[in-house]
C-alpha cells in the first residue's frame, strides 16, 4: 500500500515530464471522449493510449494488477448496456426480457471502450507520476497555496500508515474478544469500534505531525523550494501529443459518421 | 571539511530563561507547569526529570513555539524567553525531536523530509542541499549521493561515489528502522541550524541499539554545533554521560495548588548529574526514575512450571500480510521469517528476542491466534484447546481469549469502552463467567482510583497496567506480550514483572517479545532467537534465557 504511491524502479520517459503537464492532457482526452458515446472516437483514443504505454513504464500485466477493477467495471458497463438498451437493427440474441440487437451491441461496446479509454489516461498518470512531484507541481506551478499542498502530502503518507494500524487494532480487539462473527448488527457494532478506535489514532498521528511541521517552521510566510518543479522540452511533446489523440478521435468519429453529442 | 566548518559556526547557541512561568492547558484545573524559574545557559545540555505529569513536554512544546493553538481557554502566567524573546515568534530558532519515530517524517523521500525546515525558512536552494549532505553525514545516514538533485558544494565529499551503508537522497523513508527515523528526524532539525535542540523522550519508542545509535548522533552533532540541549527522559544512564545538569521538576499541580505556599517553585532540584544523583537518588527512584545502577526490585520465581505443552509452532513462516489478489490469482504474501519452531508450556516463559526486522510480533501474533500462518503451524495441545480445534487462528474471539490472551505494545489498540471498569467487566462479561476476578486484579494493578475514568486518558504506565489487567480478565492459560516494558518507567516495570514471575508460579505460560535483559531474567525460561528477516531455521534454546 505505501510502495504503491512510489515511482521507485521506474525510469520511463514520462515520469521526466511535469506533472501539470500531464494532468493537462489527461483532462484534455477525458473531456473530449466524456462529450460523445460512440465506438469509433473511444477505440482510436483507446488505441493510441495503449501504443503509449512503454513511455509510462506501464507493462499490461502491471495495467491488470492495477486497473482490473476499472477494467471489470467498463466490461461490466458495456454488457448491461448491451442487454437493457433498445433494440435496434436485428436481434442477435434472446433470453426472455434479455435482448441483444446489432444497435444495443454497438452502443454497449461504444460504452466499454468508452469507460476505459477514460480511465487508461488517469492509471497511466498515477503510474508516472510521483506525488511529491505533483506537490511541487501544484504549488510551483499552479500556485495552488503551499499550506493547503505540502499538509496534504504529509497526511498522505499517513493514509498507508493507517492501513497498517487498521489491521493492528483489528487483531488487538480480537485479543479482546471482539469477534467479527455475530449477527450482522454485531458485525456492524464491531466494525464501528474498530472505526472508532482508528479514528483515534488518526487524531492522535495527525497533531503529532502537525507539531512536527510546525516546530520546522512550517506555516509561516515565504518559503524555498528544494526542488524545483520546471517545464522542459518533453512537456511541449505531451502536450501536443495529447491534442493529436483528442484530435485522431475526434476528426476519426466525424469522418465515419458516428459522432454523437451526448446530450442530442 | 571546510564547509562543515563554516556551517557549524553559522549556529549560535541559545539561552533559555524562564520567569515564574507557568501553563494551563485548555479545559484543565491544574496548571500542567507552574512557577518555573529557570536559567540555561549557551551550550549548555539539561536532562529533564520528573514524574509523569510533571509538564516536561509542555516545556520543550512551550519552547519549540508550537504551544498556543488552543484558544483563549488556555492560561500563561510569567514568562519563557530564548534570547530574550517569545519562542513563538522565531520558528527554526529551535528543533524538537518527538517520542513516536512515524510522525517525526514528514515527507516521503529521504533528502526531501531533511530539507523541509531548511525549506520553510526560506533557505536558498544551493544552501539547503549543502546543509542536506552535511546533516545526514552528521547523523550517520551518510547520503550517497546519486540522488536527482545532488549538488554536492565545494569542500564536501558526499556528493562523492557510493559509501558503504550509505542511502541515496531519494530513499523511500518507509523503509528506515525507528532509530534511523529519529535520526532523519535529528537530521531535519540540524539542517535549521537551530540554537537549541528539544528532545522529548526520543529513544522511548526503540530497542537498544536504536537508542544507542540516537544518542551517539546527538552527541556528535552538539559537539558539533555547540547547541544547546534540553531532553526528557526516563533512563538517566543513556543520557547521564552526555548532558552536563540535570533539572528534576515536580508537578505543577503540586508546586501550584492550594495548601502549598505560592512560592514553591516548579525546579525540585538542579546541579551536575553526579551531584543531583546522589542527592535525589531514593528521591528520583521512588518516582520511577531509571537511576543508573539501580535495578528494580522485583518477586522471585519459586517454582519452575509443570511444563506440560500448552501451544507448538513447527516450520512457520509468518507475515502481517494477507494473501494478495492479483487479478484472479492469489499469491500467498512473502515471510518475513520462516522454520520457526517454539513450544509454550505451562508455568514456563519463553523470551522473543532477535534485531529489528526479523518478524519478532509478527511471529508472536501469529502464535497468538491472530494471524494466519503463511506456511508451517501452530497447534494447541489438548490442555489448552478444551474442545475448540487444534488452530488458533480458527477459534472464535470467545474461545481465544480464555485460551490465549495478547498484550499489544500500544495499549490504546486495545481499548474497547469508555470506562477502566468496564474495559475490565468486558472479557468476562462476554465470556459469562469471571466477574468476580476483577475486583482482585483492580487492587492487584492499582487501579482501584480509577474505575470511572475513560481509559485514553491514563497516564503511560496506567494504560499499561490497564492493557494487561482487561486481557488477564478473561483468565487465559498461555499470555502473549509484545515489548511490554518499552518506554515504562521503574515502577510500572518492576510492578508487570513482579507481577507476570506469580502468574507464571501460578501456571500460565508468558510469550513475551522483548529487548529488555532485565526482564527476561526476572521471567526465566527459554529464549528464541530469530535471526534477520527471513533467513529462518530459528529454534528455541532449552534453558534459563
Redesign the interface.
Known amino acids: 500500500m ?2 504503491a ?2 515511482l ?1 524502479g521506474n525510469h520511463a520517459l514520462l515520469t521526466r515530464a511535469n506533472p501539470l503537464a500531464k494532468f493537462a492532457v489527461v483532462f484534455l482526452i477525458t473531456l473530449v471522449l466524456a462529450l460523445s458515446i460512440d465506438w469509433v472516437s473511444a477505440s482510436v483514443a483507446l488505441a493510441a493510449e495503449l501504443a503509449l504505454f512503454p513511455l509510462a513504464g506501464l507493462t499490461l500485466r502491471l495495467l ?2 492495477r486497473g ?1 477493477p476499472l477494467i471489470l467495471a467498463a466490461a461490466l458497463g458495456g454488457w448491461s448496456t448491451a442487454i437493457v438498451a433498445a433494440d435496434s437493427g436485428a436481434v442477435l440474441l434472446d433470453v426472455g426480457i434479455w435482448s441483444i440487437s446489432e444497435g444495443s451491441l454497438q452502443l454497449g461496446i461504444g460504452f466499454m471502450l468508452r469507460g476505459l479509454a477514460i480511465a487508461l489516461p488517469a492509471i497511466l498518470l498515477m503510474t508516472c507520476t510521483d ?2 512531484d505533483l506537490a511541487d507541481a501544484l504549488a510551483q506551478k499552479a500556485r495552488l497555496p503551499h499550506r493547503f499542498v505540502l499538509g496534504t ?2 497526511a498522505m ?1 499517513l493514509v ?2 493507517m492501513a ?1 494500524e487498521w ?3 483489528g ?11 455475530g449477527s450482522p448488527l454485531q458485525r456492524l457494532r464491531a466494525s464501528l ?1 474498530q472505526s472508532f ?1 482508528l479514528l ?2 488518526a487524531i ?2 495527525a497533531s ?2 502537525a ?18 518543479s520546471t517545464y522542459s522540452p518533453l512537456d511541449a511533446w505531451v502536450l501536443v501529443g495529447g491534442v493529436l489523440i483528442a484530435a485522431a478521435a475526434v476528426v476519426a468519429a466525424a469522418g465515419m459518421g458516428t459522432w454523437n453529442f451526448v446530450w442530442r | 571539511m571546510t564547509a562543515s566548518d563554516a556551517g557549524a559556526s553559522a549556529v549560535r547557541p541559545a539561552a533559555v530563561s524562564a520567569r515564574g512561568w507557568g501553563w494551563r492547558h485548555a479545559g484543565r484545573s491544574a496548571p500542567a507547569v507552574h512557577g518555573l524559574d529557570l536559567d540555561i545557559a549557551p551550550g549548555e545540555r539539561v536532562l529533564l526529570l520528573g514524574p509523569s505529569g510533571a509538564g516536561k513536554s509542555t516545556l520543550l512544546h512551550a519552547l519549540a513555539g508550537v504551544l498556543g493553538d488552543e484558544g483563549d481557554d488556555a492560561d500563561e502566567t510569567g514568562s519563557l524567553l530564548i534570547d530574550g524573546v517569545v519562542p513563538r515568534g522565531q520558528r527554526g530558532r529551535s528543533g524538537l525531536m518527538q517520542q513516536d519515530p512515524e510522525t517525526q517524517v514528514v515527507l516521503s523521500r529521504l533528502g526531501d523530509d531533511v530539507a523541509f525546515g531548511a525549506e520553510n525558512l526560506a533557505v536558498p536552494r544551493d544552501e539547503i542541499w549543502r546543509r542536506v549532505h552535511e546533516a545526514l553525514d552528521d547523523v550517520g545516514l551518510r547520503s550517497a549521493g546519486g540522488g536527482l538533485n545532488d549538488v554536492g558544494g565545494p569542500g564536501l565529499d558526499a556528493g562523492g561515489g557510493p559509501s558503504a551503508g550509505g542511502l541515496p537522497l531519494d530513499h523511500p523513508t518507509s523503509a528506515l528502522s525507528g532509530g534511523q527515523k529519529q535520526r532523519l528526524a535529528l537530521a531535519g532539525i540540524l539542517a535549521m541550524r537551530p540554537g537549541l535542540i528539544l528532545l522529548d523522550e526520543p529513544t522511548a519508542n526503540l530497542d537498544p541499539a536504536g537508542v544507542l545509535e540516537v544518542r551517539d548522533a546527538v552527541g556528535r552533532c552538539l559537539d558539533k554545533t555547540g547547541a544547546t540541549l534540553v531532553v526528557v527522559e526516563h533512563r538517566v544512564s543513556v543520557w547521564k554521560d552526555l548532558v552536563d545538569r540535570i533539572v528534576v521538576l515536580q508537578p505543577g499541580s503540586a508546586a501550584g495548588s492550594a495548601g502549598s505556599s505560592a512560592a514553591t517553585s516548579a525546579v525540585l532540584l538542579d546541579g551536575p548529574p553526579d551531584q543531583v544523583l546522589a542527592e535525589a537518588r531514593d528521591m528520583l527512584i521512588g518516582a520511577g526514575v531509571w537511576v543508573p545502577g539501580h535495578v528494580p526490585a522485583t518477586r522471585r520465581r519459586v517454582s519452575a512450571g509443570s511444563g506440560d505443552l500448552l501451544l507448538a509452532a513447527e516450520d512457520l513462516a509468518v507475515s502481517r500480510e494477507r494473501p494478495r489478489r492479483r487479478g484472479f490469482r492469489t499469491i500467498p504474501p512473502v515471510p518475513v521469517q520462516q522454520g520457526i519452531t517454539a513450544q509454550v508450556r505451562s508455568g514456563q516463559a519463553l523470551t522473543v528476542t532477535g534485531p529489528n526486522g526479523a518478524g519478532k510480533s509478527t511471529f508472536a501474533l501469529t502464535l497468538a491466534g491472530l494471524l494466519a500462518p503463511v506456511a508451517g503451524n501452530v497447534s494447541a495441545a489438548v490442555d489448552l484447546s478444551e474442545g475448540a480445534g487444534i488452530d488458533p487462528f480458527k477459534w472464535k474471539a470467545n474461545q481465544l481469549i480464555s485460551r490465549i490472551g495478547t498484550v499489544f505494545q500500544e495499549p490504546e489498540h486495545q481499548f474497547v469502552t469508555g470506562r477502566v471498569l468496564d474495559e475490565l467487566m468486558f472479557g468476562p462479561r462476554h465470556l459469562g463467567h469471571g466477574e468476580e476476578r476483577v475486583e482482585e486484579l483492580l487492587e492487584r494493578l492499582r487501579l482501584t482510583h480509577l474505575v470511572d475514568a475513560n481509559p485514553y486518558t491514563l497516564s503511560g504506565g496506567e494504560k499499561r497496567r490497564l492493557s494487561v489487567a482487561t486481557v488477564l480478565a478473561a483468565h487465559p492459560r498461555v499470555l502473549v506480550l509484545d515489548e511490554p516494558t518499552f518506554g515504562q518507567d521503574a515502577n510500572t516495570w518492576a510492578e508487570l514483572a513482579s507481577f507476570l514471575s506469580e502468574l507464571l508460579d501460578a501456571g500460565t505460560s508468558v510469550v513475551s517479545v522483548t529487548h529488555d535483559q532485565e526482564f527476561s531474567a526476572v521471567l526465566g525460561g527459554a529464549e528464541l532467537r530469530l535471526g534477520p528477516a527471513s533467513r529462518g531455521g530459528a529454534r528455541q534454546e532449552a534453558g534459563a534465557a
Open positions: 505505501r510502495d504511491l512510489t521507485r491488470w494488477q482490473w506525488p511529491t502530502l504529509a503518507r498507508g500508515l497498517e489491521q493492528t487494532i487483531m488487538a480487539r480480537r485479543a479482546r474478544g471482539v469477534g467479527s462473527q469500534g478506535g483515534v489514532q492522535r498521528r503529532r505531525l507539531i512536527t511541521m510546525e516546530a520546522r517552521g512550517f506555516g509561516t510566510g515565504q518559503r524555498t523550494w528544494a526542488r524545483e
